[in-house]
């Protein structure tokens, strides 16, 4: 773990309040690992302001990408930073996904939850695996993000929308159903990964959890120190109240305790 | 070179400033992080004789000048704690600065039973680190524990000579900032035969969310630390020292050197980093390198020269 000082390389909008930053950052982008997080501390706050943790969409060339939506009052004050700018980012923090996988693997993502699927499907594409299905749900098209990204990768993208705007109407475990059935039809072996909202977590969660096949899914959650040491960021679980930041934020489907 | 080695009560600490509980876990969490050399002790995360699950989310609220919080005390038990924690944290930390473990307890037995077994353990090498023990008597987020001790004179008085009786290492209490009058409470420190104070802890705090017309804590209340709450912390210490001649570990709000040598200024020993340890990791190596420059600056030729030389 190391604090860097990293240059903000590139800054936009993607549209629909999401935006994408870049990070020049060196070691950092060798050391990450697909799941894990960084802390960044957030320039245009007062230096007493707490950090505010990112997943990473991807880490490669030494550069550092985060995608975030604008949701409160860091992710507001980050939007003003600056290309050239210097931003201290904490990481590699917490436990991510591994890249290995038993079978199909199949990622569900919703919003900005993609972003460490991304970079999970590119580290699992470098080692050669190719057997992977993308699920992408989101209230609107507008809230379907880097569907191009994964199929650059050479990932199969599924959508789904609540209004129909893109993909097939309903939730992203329709789809994601469709092909379960299929894959316990042939008796295919597969992994769930997934990130985005508690109830889509909840529902993915379910449809590992009892079935022989791992889920791993990647929880959200407020931080304060963002490595262990204040307690602040629980969830819980079948060894009792666990630190997102350092036990998580990736955890396995079966151990997660739903409220 | 200005000679930065403080003694707190019996604790040698080769630099004045420490960590604040509950702010920096059990020290190897921030390993990488910081230069551990900067630290004159780590202060552990509150411990008890059981495991105790702590309070429900959400745990904390950020303020303006600050940071609610109710994490509830969260911890392993002390058995954990002396089996895992303080090997695993001598064995991370290269040279590991001495530790100073914070406790509490459901009773002045629990308290006193604690403290018993962190002197044992501090005499084997796996446990080594543990040199000196900070009673938590002002913990705002448990209903059972800390909170009742540290507001009433008379128990406060028990409690310490209580655990006194049990433990040979340097005994500091955490007293409550929230108390009409602090010196009864450090008068009974000194009868029951505490050899420093430690304040302040945190202060009692609400937040409300107006949209849902609910507490932001599921705890409802909690409490405030960080930049807000030092110029309170630096009049308490004020008083505390005029009051007595233990000497004190000061926190609340130190963000900078010039907040820490306020607080050496005003009668303090030796200072603790919390809050801001959580918006920069390695904050305390700045804050000590900063209180050495004032030294040399001032003419200062100790650490120890500077503690109470407010003219």
Redesign the interface.
């Given at each position: 773990?190391?604090?860097a000082a990293a240059k903000v390389v590139e800054h936009e909008n993607i549209g629909s309040g999401y935006r994408r930053i870049v990070f020049d950052a060196q070691e950092l982008a060798s050391a990450l690992a697909p799941g894990q997080f960084v802390h960044v501390?957030v320039p245009a706050l007062e230096?007493?302001?707490?950090?505010r943790p990112f997943s990473v969409f991807d880490a490669a060339d030494g550069k550092v990408t985060v995608l975030y939506k604008t949701v409160g009052r860091g992710t507001a004050a980050l939007n003003s930073a600056s290309v050239g700018d210097t931003v201290?980012v904490?990481g590699p923090l917490g436990r991510g996904f591994p890249v290995s996988c038993d079978g199909s693997a199949l990622l569900v993502g919703g919003g900005y939850g993609v972003a460490p699927l991304h970079f999970l499907a590119r580290r699992l594409k470098e080692k050669g695996f190719d057997d992977m299905t993308v699920f992408i749900g989101g209230r609107t098209s507008d809230d379907l993000l880097a569907v191009e990204r994964f199929r650059a990768l050479g990932v199969d993208v599924r959508l789904a929308t609540n209004d129909g705007s893109a993909g097939v109407k309903g939730l992203v475990t329709d789809p994601l159903d469709d092909v379960l059935a299929s894959l316990r039809g042939s008796g295919k072996r597969f992994e769930l990964f997934a990130c985005g909202p508690d109830p889509m977590l909840k529902a993915v969660a379910m449809r590992a959890t009892g079935t022989g096949m791992k889920g791993w899914i990647s929880m959200d959650?407020?931080m304060?120190?963002g490595?262990?040491?204040?307690?602040?960021c629980?969830q819980k679980t079948v060894r009792?109240?666990s630190r997102c930041c350092?036990e998580g934020p990736v955890f396995r489907a079966e151990d997660l305790v739903w409220e | 070179m200005v000679d930065t080695k403080v003694n707190l009560g019996g604790l040698e600490m080769a630099t004045p400033v420490a960590t604040a509980s509950g702010t920096f876990g059990y020290g190897f969490e921030y390993e990488g992080a910081l230069d551990f050399s900067s630290l004159g002790a780590v202060t552990a995360k509150g411990i008890r004789l059981d495991p105790w699950p702590g309070n429900a989310m959400p745990r904390h609220a950020e303020v303006p000048g600050g940071l609610v919080n109710a994490i509830g005390l969260q911890g392993t038990g002390i058995g954990h704690f002396l089996d895992v924690t303080v090997p695993h944290y001598m064995e991370r930390i290269p040279d590991a600065p001495p530790m100073i473990v914070n406790i509490w307890g459901g009773s002045v037995d629990e308290y006193a039973e604690v403290a018993r077994r962190l002197t044992e353990a501090s005499a084997t090498a796996e446990c080594a680190a543990i040199r000196a023990i900070e009673c938590n008597v002002s913990c705002p987020n448990v209903k059972e524990g800390g909170h009742t001790f540290g507001h009433d004179p008379a128990v406060l008085h028990r409690l310490v000579s209580s655990v006194r009786a049990k433990t040979t290492l340097p005994l500091i209490v955490k007293l409550a900032p929230n108390v009409p009058d602090i010196r009864p409470y450090v008068k009974a420190c000194e009868d029951g035969g505490a050899d420093a104070l430690s304040m302040i802890n945190t202060i009692p705090a609400m937040v409300i969310d107006i949209e849902r017309r609910r507490p932001v804590l599921a705890n409802v209340t909690g409490g405030l630390s960080g930049r807000g709450i030092h110029p309170a912390a630096v009049k308490l210490v004020y008083d505390a020292h005029k009051a007595t001649k233990l000497p004190i570990l000061a926190m609340g709000g130190v963000y900078e050197a010039k907040d820490a040598i306020e607080f050496l200024l005003a009668g303090a020993t030796a200072v603790a980093v919390g809050t801001a340890t959580f918006s920069d990791p390695s904050v305390a190596s700045k804050v000590f390198s900063g209180i050495v420059e004032y030294c040399e600056r001032h003419g200062f030729a100790s650490v120890s020269s500077v503690t109470a030389a407010l003219q």
């Open positions: 773990m190391t604090d501390k230096e007493s302001a707490l950090r201290c904490l959650r407020h304060i120190c490595v262990g040491a204040c307690y602040a629980i009792g109240n350092v | -």
